[in-house]
């Protein structure tokens, strides 16, 4: 019984954190574009925590899912200009519902297909659809709206006391309120028998079979539901911007769901929730400081796929395995695996430093000639006219890369005598 | 008359491009398992690096060292990045790839730009081939062809007529067979991986002046190039010949076709319904329909041929 009480203690802390957060995020970067970037990641966390009922719950690689997300949107701005004429008697908080409903719509017919095949067989026929649809999106200008796309106006009718949907902020919570829904229902989900068929079916299909569940049934139920939640973040996209594009239903944003889900850690349920965070800052946030955004978003997720491939959740549990671990050892005990990871982590900054250096240098030289040659960084002028600024910077990053190499096998032994597995996010 | 010749030698040598392409993603395919994403990179890659050397030496050494030089920056990857990776399997190999295409684009602009570079097809081979009709056929689409049943003889005789094919076909069935008799997998692994790059970087070397050399050219190909792999069906080279040649066929046929639904019932004389006349799709032309047909074609196949038209096992 305590056990069982300590849980769902734990449960009400980690839920009642989650909607605190949301609460107060906004009043902690209230400046300029935050709450812009905000609701941008609301928005990609719903999105990224659909996907991730495939890849991670299912394992079902998926290249097609923005067609979900971007359908959705497009039935949801359709819904908002009819509901802004009069003929559709939907108040705008429950837009992101038609874009659930547009979703589902969808994902019954592409389900059906595609989910007579697991494997790469799924992942090849999700690739084919979204290349599909994302050129039906020029064929058919009525709905898509062509080149242009279509807007619309979220605020409509008498505001609903005193909320018109108007002011940013306002978006914003009506976003965190979605999300925080679609997070308990998709929570839900995994608890579920279905959801935990899902799982067996990604282990063993063959023994799923055997017991008595049809794995294709499974995957397509799954797909129908996760296709649910991609439309409601499609809603959402589509109240923020109030236009929505051919670029909502293409291969990038597809792919870019495929990147943070990984980046944030498919194998845990929270994961994908940091990778939308991480991946919306790359994206976007980087994007206004650096033209060099993708290479670092490629990297990122290189780095994450050779050393952690439990993403930033693995990242975070290990982390917290360490800490639980010098607790129980004591402080002094542990002196040498704390001074190791100092030093594994100095190592990485060296790494992260160098590499950043030469990469915005090279930008600067090749791409950015006309803005001449010195580059701010973190306070630092570098001169990429200069000899001295490479030398340095590829010192920096060879220094680091030999020191961690060094470091690491001995981390990894130092961690595994605490019976912490293989080393912390390595 | 005049317009089916034309329209099929155009069907033909572009066809014959994308087997270039296809080949070394299914060469790479059926020996690792692996769906190499950056294929198309590294077509990219070729026709860059071949811009640059031919600008410095000529088209003729270009034609050998940037295949080469690709190939063996391919082989470099394999043995420093994917082999690292390999052991959290294939899922984790292919979103290496993926992530691996990220980066050349990006790297590729960061050396030559974002505008597309004057990579000219050399003056030996800019003129017309022959003529039909009236109509000239450029010598350097001839050339383009030649290099592609070069490549498909090469290789047809290279896996099934010598030893170093044996021991590559003996490795993908029974690598630890292989190993035992004292070979050395793991290296065969990074020479097929490097080799399949190298045949990509040919395909661009090829269709880089054929086409336009720009950043975009990665992403203009990628998803065909799967089209064509998987409607041929995983790793059979044969299938891959076939469904290159079937959809470079298809794609030049259509786009010149000017053909409705209701010009087809116009034609046989039956009057459709007002309902139907006024729908989109009952307007489209089959020239604006193009783009999709290779998609359309790969989704029809995985639902009446899983295997793919040649394919072996089931993916």
Known sequence: ?426 | MEFTLITLLNGLSYGLLLFLLSAGLTLIFSMMGVLNFAHASFYMLGAYLAYAISSHTGYWTALFMAPALTGILGAAIERFGLRAVRRHGHLAELLFTFGLSYLLVEFVQLAWGRAAVPYQVPAVLDRPLFSLYGTTFPAYRGFMMLVAALMLLSIYLLLKKTRIGLVIQAALTHPHMVESLGHDVPRVTMLVFGGGCALAGLAGVIGGNAFVTEPAMAAAVGSIIFVVVVVGGLGSLAGAFIASLLIGLLQTFAVALDFSLAGLLQALGVEAPQALTRLRLFKLTVAEVAPILPYLLLVIVMLLRPRGLLGVRES
């Open chain 1, 1 to 426: 019984m305590t056990r069982i009480s300590s849980r769902s203690a734990g449960n009400v802390l980690v839920w009642g954190g989650y909607a605190f957060a949301l609460l107060v995020a906004p009043l902690l970067f209230s400046q300029g574009a935050g709450l812009s970037i905000l609701s941008q990641m609301g928005t990609a966390m719903v999105f990224a925590l659909s996907y991730n009922m495939l890849l991670g719950q299912g394992g079902m690689l998926s290249f097609g899912h923005a067609v979900y997300s971007g359908l959705g949107a497009y039935t949801a701005i359709h819904a908002l200009n009819l509901a802004a004429d009069g003929s559709l008697p939907l108040p705008v908080a429950l837009v992101p519902l038609a874009g659930g409903v547009g979703g589902v719509a969808f994902g019954l017919v592409f389900a059906y297909i595609s989910t007579r095949k697991s494997g790469t067989g799924f992942a090849m026929i999700t690739l084919g659809m979204v290349e599909l649809v994302f050129a039906s999106a020029l064929m058919f200008p009525g709905f898509f709206g062509g080149e242009g796309g279509i807007s619309g106006n979220r605020v409509i009718g008498a505001p609903f006391f005193g909320i018109s949907f108007g002011p940013q902020i306002e978006v914003y919570y009506l976003i965190a309120a979605w999300l925080f829904c679609c997070s308990a229902a998709m929570y839900g989900f995994t608890r579920t028998p279905l959801g935990r068929i899902l799982n067996a079916v990604r282990d063993n299909p063959q023994r799923a079979e055997f017991i008595g569940y049809d794995p294709r049934h499974v995957r397509f139920l799954t797909l129908v539901l996760s296709a649910f939640f991609a439309g409601v973040s499609g809603g959402l996209a589509a109240l923020n911007f109030e236009i929505v594009g051919a670029e909502n239903i293409g291969v990038a944003r597809s792919a870019g769901v495929l990147l943070f889900c990984f980046i944030g850690g498919i194998g845990h349920f929270f994961g994908p929730l940091l990778g939308a965070v991480a991946g919306v800052f790359l994206t976007v946030v980087l994007s206004t400081y650096t033209g060099a955004w993708q290479f670092y978003l490629g990297a990122v997720f290189i780095l994450m796929v050779m050393c952690a491939p439990g993403g930033l959740a693995g990242i975070a549990s290990r982390l917290l395995e360490l800490l639980q671990a010098v607790c129980r050892e004591g402080f002094a005990a542990s002196a040498g695996l704390l001074g190791l990871w100092a030093a594994l982590a100095a190592a990485a900054l060296a790494i992260l430093a160098g590499t950043v250096m030469l990469i915005e240098m090279l930008y600067r030289r090749s791409l950015a000639a006309a803005d001449g040659s010195t580059v701010n960084l973190f306070g630092v002028l570098l001169d990429a006219a200069r000899p001295a600024w490479w030398i340095f910077g590829t010192i920096l990053l060879a220094a680091g890369a030999v020191a961690f190499m060094r470091l690491l096998p001995g981390f990894r032994r130092h961690c595994d005598a605490l019976g912490l597995g293989s080393g912390g996010g390595a």
